[in-house]
């Protein structure tokens, strides 16, 4: 089982710090966090409530931390806040960024100006949007994520094997199709109103850190209202740092963490990379007498055949060569895994010798 890796013992992992967000940044050491996930005021621009047709009134954004005085001062908050996440990012760290169409082409601009390197913007298409009541616009159905590197050059984390397998093998792609944190899920007060008009479904987060950072790496959240990030992170085995300035808002996310249960096999957390994985020679196996000379090697239909030979090379009826390129050759094929073409008959059905590998791997570790 691996180690985890510590974090910088300056800093305050797995607290949520009450205070200006840019303050509380730029008070950290620098290059110090792994990932950074901003959920920062929309900047709405909301004016007078909103009902529906029965009359009722729509829950919806009215803080005051939401309310700026023009697109100017909207900015000026912006780039003071991005500058202080660039100053704590590791090289090699990455920021994630939400907003609406609201703040959403602001906030990406002055990434660039900053000389973040957006990598994805992600479409969170929500199944269950709130209607437009008003019948003027269209249904507002979905909101942005930016992804974005410190530079172009980072060495950034990305997980892809693991958003593979979250998406039933297939290449996780950049429009997330999610419902809005409803239900049990939804935090509430005493009296039954939401705790935080805009707390996120975990589901997202659970996507964000599992794709962008390893157990152990350090995820700041400036804008942590009651603590959807930290939940996460600490479920998947990575340390959070939250920065609130909304003491309501902060209790709920410390009474809210407290009650999960992290993961005591911290194997099950990890997302292993084929990239990261050692390099196995076809001809190990021969030598640790996995395979013999003379074994034969059928693909999964069994159409084609081959021996094993003591050098590690497989010879068919009319092609010799690596198990890769005897399995292109027999098949007409530009390019072929080898590894997963070529099978052994395991009581009378064909098992790829992949896993014969991944036996060797095993043994390495």
């Known amino acids: 089982m691996k180690t985890q890796k510590q974090p910088n013992a300056t800093l305050p992992v797995n607290q949520i710090l009450l205070g200006d967000c840019i303050e509380l940044m730029n008070s950290l050491p620098e290059e110090s966090v792994d990932v950074i996930f901003a959920d ?30 023009s697109f100017a001062a909207y900015d000026q908050f912006t780039q003071a806040w991005l500058s202080a996440a660039r100053r704590v990012l590791k090289p090699n760290g990455t920021l994630w960024v939400i907003g609406s169409y609201h703040n959403i082409y602001r906030v990406g601009a002055t990434l660039q100006d900053l000389s973040y390197w957006i990598l994805n913007d992600i479409v969170w298409v929500k199944t269950n949007p709130m209607p437009n009541f008003r019948g003027k ?33 297939l290449q996780m792609r950049s429009d997330w199709v999610m419902p809005l944190c409803t239900g049990q899920e939804r935090l509430k007060k005493e009296n039954g109103e939401k705790a935080h008009p805009t707390q996120k479904p975990e589901a997202m987060l659970h996507r964000v850190i599992l794709a962008a950072s390893n157990p152990g790496d350090v995820i700041l959240d400036p804008f942590f209202g009651t603590g959807t990030t930290g939940a996460v992170a600490k479920l998947l085995g990575r340390n959070f740092i939250g920065l609130e300035r909304e003491e309501e808002y902060a209790a709920v996310a410390k009474a809210r963490i407290a009650k999960v249960r992290t993961q005591a096999d911290t194997s099950l957390l990890e997302t292993p990379s084929k990239r990261r994985e050692p390099r196995i020679p076809f001809g190990w196996l021969v030598e640790r007498g996995l395979l013999s000379a003379g074994d034969v090697l059928t693909s999964p239909c069994r159409r084609w055949a081959a021996k094993v030979r003591a050098d590690g090379t497989v010879i068919s009826a009319d092609h010799r060569g690596s198990i890769h390129q005897v399995g292109a050759a027999v098949q007409g094929a530009p390019s072929c895994n080898g590894w997963t073409f070529w099978c052994m008959n395991v009581e009378g059905k064909p098992k790829p010798i992949d896993v014969l590998r991944q036996k060797v791997r095993a043994e390495l570790h």
């Open 40 to 69: 920062p005021p929309y900047n709405l621009q909301l004016s007078g409530e909103l009902h529906r047709p029965n009359n009722s009134k729509v829950d919806g954004v009215e803080e005051q931390w939401d309310r700026f005085d």
């Open 137 to 169: 616009r269209f249904t507002n159905a979905h909101e942005t994520l930016i992804w974005c590197a410190k530079s172009q050059d980072a060495r950034y984390v990305f997980n892809y094997e693991a958003m593979k397998a979250l998406n039933e093998d």
